[in-house]
């Protein structure tokens, strides 16, 4: 059973920027794709980015160009660069592991592990 621990959300005004890490044990990190969504109250989880073991990488549309994932095999973390914020960005930020990117952009909330997740609000 894998544990995340996800951290470095906060309170940031529009056009700032936050860094987000997901710590992971209880897997080989290396061997597994990661990635990042977040919910914001009211609405579905959203899959925002993702990583493959190879270093491939996804983007929502939402987020591309201002977003950056990537991974640290050697610490078993994952990290979100979050630049240029805006308000419709603040949710809850949840890291997840699974074979592949197909996998986890289905992945529901009652589905794998997850973490506690971070607030990440960000103000006008």
């Known amino acids: 059973q894998v544990q995340l621990v996800e951290s470095g959300g906060g309170l940031v005004q529009a056009g700032g920027s936050l860094r987000l890490s997901c710590a992971a044990s209880?897997?080989?990190?290396?061997?597994?794709?990661m990635g990042w969504f977040r919910q914001a109250p009211g609405k579905e989880r959203e899959f925002v980015a993702g990583?493959?073991?190879?270093?491939?990488?996804y983007y929502a549309d939402s987020v591309k160009g201002r977003f950056t994932i990537s991974r640290d095999n050697s610490k078993n973390t994952g990290y979100l660069q979050m630049n240029s914020l805006k308000p419709d960005d603040t949710a809850v930020y949840y890291c997840?592991?699974?074979?592949?990117?197909?996998?986890?952009?289905?992945?529901?909330?009652?589905?794998?592990?997850w973490g506690q997740g971070t607030q990440v609000t960000v103000s006008s």
């Open positions: 997840a592991l699974d074979e592949t990117l197909g996998r986890l952009s289905q992945r529901t909330p009652q589905g794998g592990s």
């Open positions: 209880g897997r080989t990190f290396s061997g597994y794709a």
């Open positions: 990583i493959t073991r190879s270093g491939n990488t």
